[in-house]
């Protein structure tokens, strides 16, 4: 049997988690020559969107933010790695030579394993994948576990300032395996943010973020407002376009993202 070849797609995991693909780092590295979102973006080749979604994932469970706005940049200014980046950049491409030289020498010997297949293993490490079209991605920590009824009200430990809450099923708790201090994934979808700008507005929702906006793109009905928080992660909102004429938003505002502990839904690694 003539052997088959592994081609290394690495998944590299910070300390919380977080999965880098090769997509991303190529836009990493793309940032990190070009000074510019827009030219690192056709370079990769990503939309201009899709480059903002990934920077903004990466930038939301990292430990540290990799991609900075910068002032008086290249036409203006720019975007660029932070030191925290480039060392992921370069534990990545260490990893990625590494591994692919394993894999190699698995491919080698595959001729020497009787009733392998090669094909079901594929399908089976792709079923495994975790993605999600949530712009909101989080990472944290579980602090407390409420019981209510048939329902738990979950807290979770974002960073030194934010903290959030997600009600959930008994059963989900279970099925997660959730309990204090263990590692969970949370996801808002942008159409269940909210935005204030006024921080004496009087809120029956339990969860919201204060940041800056730092970015607006808006549409013929509806426009996507971010928020970046004071640990850098962003927060997405997608709002109607007459709301945010009608608010008014400018990049450097300070709003606050609220949204309900029902719209979040909790993820952990088996």
């Avoid at 030289?101 to 394993?113: H, K, P, T, W």
């Avoid at 079209?133 to 960073?159: K, P, W």
């Avoid at 969970?184 to 935005?195: C, N, T």
């Avoid at 204030?196 to 549409?219: P, Y």
Wanted: hydrophobic share 40%; proline share 3%; charged share 20%.
């Amino acid at each position: 049997m003539t052997f088959s070849r592994f081609l290394a797609r690495l998944s590299l995991d910070t300390e919380v988690g977080t999965a880098f693909s090769d997509t991303r780092i190529r836009l990493l590295e793309a940032i990190e020559r070009e000074g510019s979102i827009n030219r690192a973006a056709k370079t990769v080749p990503l939309s201009y969107k899709s480059a903002w979604d990934a920077i903004d994932t990466m930038n939301n469970l990292a430990a540290e933010p990799l991609v900075v706005r910068v002032a008086n940049g290249r036409q203006g200014g720019g975007t660029r790695l932070t030191d925290y980046g480039r060392r992921i950049v370069a534990i990545y491409r260490l990893l990625e030579i590494e591994c692919q030289s394993a894999l190699d020498r698995l491919s080698e010997r595959l001729d020497e394993i009787t009733g392998s297949d090669i094909q079901s293993f594929q399908h089976l490490m792709h079923s495994m994948s975790l993605k999600s079209s949530a712009c909101n991605q989080f990472a944290g920590i579980v602090t407390d576990l409420r019981a209510d009824g048939v329902d738990y009200e979950v807290h979770i430990r974002l960073d030194a300032k934010n903290k959030i809450a997600a009600i959930i099923t008994k059963a989900s708790v279970e099925n997660l395996e959730l309990a204090i201090g263990k590692e969970i994934f949370a996801w808002i979808k942008s159409s269940s943010v909210m935005l204030i700008t006024e921080r004496s507005f009087k809120l029956t929702a339990s969860n919201v973020l204060w940041g800056e906006v730092t970015k607006i793109q808006q549409g013929p009905l509806t426009s996507e407002v971010t928020l970046t928080l004071p640990s850098g992660h962003p927060v997405v909102c997608v709002i109607s376009t007459e709301s945010c004429k009608t608010m008014s938003f400018v990049p450097g505002q300070e709003a606050g993202a609220f949204f309900s502990p029902s719209s979040v839904i909790l993820a952990a690694y088996g």
